[in-house]
């Protein structure tokens, strides 16, 4: 494949601007978030294509927004942000991806790492034990389907209603745990067959449940104000979405949404972009469905949030409570969001789709749970499992430029079937083994397609979006141990 040979306009070190002369059709110019040395593998990934392409939606504003973590996706790039106008605008399951509401969840402890490492490996392997994981796993929930209706309808509540989880965990959850406008009634009896016996499991691919320690501390007052004190100190994060359920919600509205082109008579430059009017049947109808898949997955975190709790009190001998294993923040990373935006100097109501991207709301935003609004919300960066992850904020500069968006991860630079033919699972293992990190897996070859190899840099990331100004790096962990679907 040859490289991308279109035109990108310098705007700064870390801004990259596609034009709207690029492509006929495009309504807005794209803008790329990136250092000159990532532009290169973007530009062998094709990705900057996909920013051109979402730029043709109907009812698009400001720009096709790409983070410094973007590569090639299902019509948008994973990383991808882009805002349409609500009243003219279209809503794109492609914006959003099959995994929807992966996203992340943070635990901070009152621990150590002196503490936690002489007993990590049966951490690793209570949390293994306890924590159902793996494609097509099945979970220890056993719900009927008027129990899932009522799930994709309360989202995280609903499992703390069942004693799996604290009401302070709410406060610091997106949306509360629950997004609103949820309707059971959009959901296909496949999908809510397919989610039924996966509630509360960690799933496959890039999932994971990582112990990490505090490296660095670069604010600390904003780390003290999240429950983070010092280097050290141990942490826990989750990450997972809505599994099976959410990839067949995806799977049944794309179908509708591809009739829904010609009906309206959208012209796209890639049928993977197929849409409909965010005020159509068609829009309304996705939107429902997949509110339904969110609060699956804000479910989902929930009951794994509270085994990890049980786990660690198992294991250390002291309950949750006087382990300080209180909730920093979950943020979602495949999402689309009515939300109030300024848009050329008027306050516009638009439908932001988050591909691989973090919400990063300033502090003072109304959204912006009230604990940390002298800091801004938590924006959660997890890298690969050999290397750190990160945690940030959102600021202003985000909600001027981005919508109030940041980056979501370190982004992939090989696929998965080229990291398991160039790795072997087996030395991917012997290597984290050798760094002081444990991982247990449900299948030690898959290791291979999350080899850090695999994955860009994380702290380069970082770097360009902290620099940019739409979020600021607070501090950085590294992982202790893994559990791995």
Same mark, same amino acid.
């Given at each position: 494949?040859?490289?991308?040979?279109?035109?990108?306009?310098? *705007?700064?070190?870390?801004?990259?601007?596609?034009?709207?002369?690029?492509?006929?059709?495009?309504?807005?110019?794209?803008?790329?978030?990136?250092?000159?040395?990532?532009?290169?593998?973007?530009?062998?990934?094709?990705?900057?294509?996909?920013?051109?392409?979402?730029?043709?939606?109907?009812?698009?504003?400001?720009?096709?927004?790409?983070?410094?973590?973007?590569?090639?996706?299902?019509?948008?790039?994973?990383?991808?942000?882009?805002?349409?106008?609500?009243?003219?605008?279209?809503?794109?399951?492609?914006?959003?991806?099959?995994?929807?509401?992966?996203?992340?969840?943070?635990?901070?402890?009152?621990?150590?790492?002196?503490?936690?490492?002489?007993?990590?490996?049966?951490?690793?392997?209570?949390?293994?034990?306890?924590?159902?994981?793996?494609?097509?796993?099945?979970?220890?929930?056993?719900?009927?389907?008027?129990?899932?209706?009522?799930?994709?309808?309360?989202?995280?509540?609903?499992?703390?209603?069942?004693?799996?989880?604290?009401?302070?965990?709410?406060? *610091?959850?997106?949306?509360?745990?629950?997004?609103?406008?949820?309707?059971?009634?959009?959901?296909?009896?496949?999908?809510?067959?397919?989610?039924?016996?996966?509630?509360?499991?960690?799933?496959?691919?890039?999932?994971?449940?990582?112990?990490?320690?505090?490296?660095?501390?670069?604010?600390?007052?904003?780390?003290?104000?999240?429950?983070?004190?010092?280097?050290?100190?141990?942490?826990?994060?989750?990450?997972?979405?809505?599994?099976?359920?959410?990839?067949?919600?995806?799977?049944?509205?794309?179908?509708?949404?591809?009739?829904?082109?010609?009906?309206?008579?959208?012209?796209?430059?890639?049928?993977?972009?197929?849409?409909?009017?965010?005020?159509?049947?068609?829009?309304?109808?996705?939107?429902?469905?997949?509110?339904?898949?969110?609060?699956?997955?804000?479910?989902?975190?929930?009951?794994?949030?509270?085994?990890?709790?049980?786990?660690?009190?198992?294991?250390?001998?002291?309950?949750?409570?006087?382990?300080?294993?209180?909730?920093?923040?979950?943020?979602?990373?495949?999402?689309?969001?009515?939300?109030?935006?300024?848009?050329?100097?008027?306050?516009?109501?638009?439908?932001?789709?988050?591909?691989?991207?973090?919400?990063?709301?300033?502090?003072?935003?109304?959204?912006?749970?009230?604990?940390?609004?002298?800091?801004?919300?938590?924006?959660?960066?997890?890298?690969?499992?050999?290397?750190?992850?990160?945690?940030?904020?959102?600021?202003?500069?985000?909600?001027?430029?981005?919508?109030?968006?940041?980056?979501?991860?370190?982004?992939?630079?090989?696929?998965?079937?080229?990291?398991?033919?160039?790795?072997?699972?087996?030395?991917?293992?012997?290597?984290?083994?050798?760094?002081?990190?444990?991982?247990?897996?449900?299948?030690?070859?898959?290791? +291979?397609?999350?080899?850090?190899? +695999?994955?860009?840099?994380?702290?380069?990331?970082?770097?360009?979006?902290?620099?940019?100004?739409?979020?600021?790096?607070?501090?950085?962990?590294?992982?202790?141990?893994?559990?791995?679907?």
């Amino acid at each position: 494949m040859t490289a991308w040979q279109g035109q990108l306009i310098r *705007v700064d070190d870390y801004r990259w601007k596609i034009p709207e002369t690029y492509k006929s059709g495009m309504r807005v110019p794209g803008m790329i978030y990136a250092s000159r040395e990532m532009l290169e593998a973007m530009r062998e990934d094709q990705t900057p294509e996909q920013v051109a392409n979402v730029a043709f939606l109907p009812g698009i504003v400001g720009h096709s927004l790409a983070m410094p973590d973007i590569h090639w996706g299902y019509g948008f790039p994973i990383g991808g942000v882009a805002a349409m106008d609500v009243s003219k605008g279209v809503v794109s399951p492609g914006g959003v991806g099959y995994d929807i509401n992966c996203g992340v969840r943070l635990l901070r402890t009152d621990l150590s790492e002196d503490e936690v490492r002489p007993r990590i490996s049966q951490l690793v392997n209570g949390l293994f034990s306890d924590i159902p994981s793996g494609l097509g796993s099945e979970g220890k929930i056993r719900v009927g389907r008027k129990e899932m209706n009522d799930l994709m309808v309360e989202g995280a509540r609903w499992a703390i209603r069942r004693g799996l989880g604290f009401e302070d965990d709410l406060e *610091v959850t997106e949306e509360n745990g629950c997004m609103r406008g949820a309707d059971p009634g959009k959901i296909s009896d496949r999908a809510a067959k397919r989610g039924l016996p996966q509630a509360g499991t960690l799933g496959s691919g890039n999932h994971f449940l990582e112990i990490q320690a505090v490296k660095e501390i670069f604010e600390p007052g904003a780390a003290a104000v999240m429950g983070i004190k010092g280097v050290g100190q141990i942490l826990v994060l989750i990450h997972t979405g809505s599994r099976g359920f959410g990839h067949q919600v995806c799977t049944d509205h794309l179908r509708a949404m591809e009739q829904a082109v010609s009906r309206y008579g959208i012209k796209l430059p890639d049928r993977q972009l197929a849409c409909a009017p965010i005020e159509s049947p068609e829009g309304r109808d996705y939107l429902a469905a997949m509110a339904c898949a969110a609060n699956y997955a804000w479910a989902n975190r929930q009951c794994i949030a509270h085994w990890v709790r049980e786990c660690f009190a198992r294991v250390l001998g002291k309950g949750p409570e006087k382990l300080g294993m209180k909730q920093v923040y979950d943020v979602a990373h495949n999402i689309a969001k009515i939300e109030e935006h300024v848009v050329a100097g008027r306050k516009v109501k638009v439908c932001v789709h988050r591909k691989g991207a973090t919400r990063a709301f300033p502090p003072g935003h109304r959204d912006t749970p009230g604990c940390y609004s002298s800091i801004g919300q938590p924006v959660l960066v997890p890298g690969d499992m050999g290397r750190c992850s990160f945690i940030a904020v959102g600021t202003e500069k985000a909600m001027e430029e981005t919508f109030g968006s940041t980056c979501h991860g370190a982004g992939r630079m090989l696929s998965r079937g080229a990291a398991k033919r160039s790795i072997k699972g087996g030395r991917v293992v012997q290597e984290l083994e050798r760094r002081g990190i444990t991982v247990k897996a449900e299948n030690i070859h898959s290791l +291979a397609e999350e080899a850090s190899q +695999a994955y860009k840099d994380v702290t380069e990331i970082i770097e360009v979006v902290h620099r940019a100004g739409i979020s600021r790096k607070v501090a950085m962990t590294v992982p202790l141990g893994i559990v791995k679907g």
